[in-house]
């Protein structure tokens, strides 16, 4: 989101879907900022598409940050409307990082299995997704997302490769939460080997999630 936000033609939007997920999930995690999302936002996702994802944009290109699970009870023809990027990310990263917030996360949460249903039904519906792996991404972001630009048919823009510090006034009331370290980043991070330590009441997740996981890196760009 960061990176598509200095681009000139482009508008971000940062979860939209988020309220009205909170607002209709049976998800047991708790969310951090529960109650400020809700009323920081529509609950209502029908509208929130109709109004918002499919509204009118002062920008030429307009980039909605979305998590995966957020997109339930809702019409999702509205995805025919737009391209699709999934960035996905090794799982047991997924869950170390859940953890330090959300203490039980579930499949639901992670989004991963979500990713791999979308990838699916993009398929049918003729608009196949564009797939980031995010160590491929920190292993050469210029390769990446100049590629990834060139398969969106927009002009790729050097400025992607780099934001000020701090937040950034389309972040979500959740960011005090969750964006303490792109806060305090300038750029992409420099890619480094990481073995994620996942909690053993929690394996059996991480190792149902990695199926859908290399399936969905099978499509992915590569550095």
């Known amino acids: 989101m960061y990176a598509f936000a200095e681009r000139p033609d482009t508008q971000v939007v940062d979860e939209p879907l988020y309220a009205h997920y909170l607002s209709n999930t049976d998800s047991e995690a708790e969310h951090p900022g529960r109650e400020s999302i809700l009323a920081s936002q529509e609950n209502d996702g029908e ?7 499919l509204g009118p944009c002062n920008k030429p290109v307009v980039l909605f940050k979305q998590m995966t699970h957020h997109l339930i009870k809702v019409n999702r023809d509205f995805l025919e409307e737009m391209e699709h990027i999934l960035l996905i990310r090794d799982p ?4 170390q990082s ?19 249903v979308l990838f699916r039904e993009l ?6 997704p564009v797939v980031i792996d995010a160590n491929e991404l920190l292993k050469n972001p210029e390769k990446i997302l100049e590629e990834l630009c060139n398969q969106l048919v927009i002009p790729w823009f ?3 490769l780099s934001w000020e510090a701090g937040g950034r006034e389309e972040d979500g009331v959740w960011a ?19 073995q994620a330590i ?8 991480a190792k149902e999630a990695e199926k859908y996981y290399q399936f969905l890196f099978e499509h992915a760009l590569k550095a």
């Open 92 to 95: 047991r990263l997924i869950i």
């Open 47 to 53: 509208k929130v598409i109709r109004e918002q994802l």
């Open 98 to 116: 859940y953890t330090k917030v959300i203490p039980n996360p579930q499949m639901a949460d992670l989004g991963i299995e979500m990713q791999y």
């Open 198 to 205: 996942v909690p053993t009441a929690l394996e059996p997740l």
């Open 176 to 194: 005090a939460w969750w964006y303490r370290n792109v806060h305090q980043s300038t750029g992409f991070q420099p890619y480094q080997e990481r």
């Open 123 to 128: 398929q049918a519906r003729g608009k196949p």
């Open 158 to 160: 050097p400025e992607m």
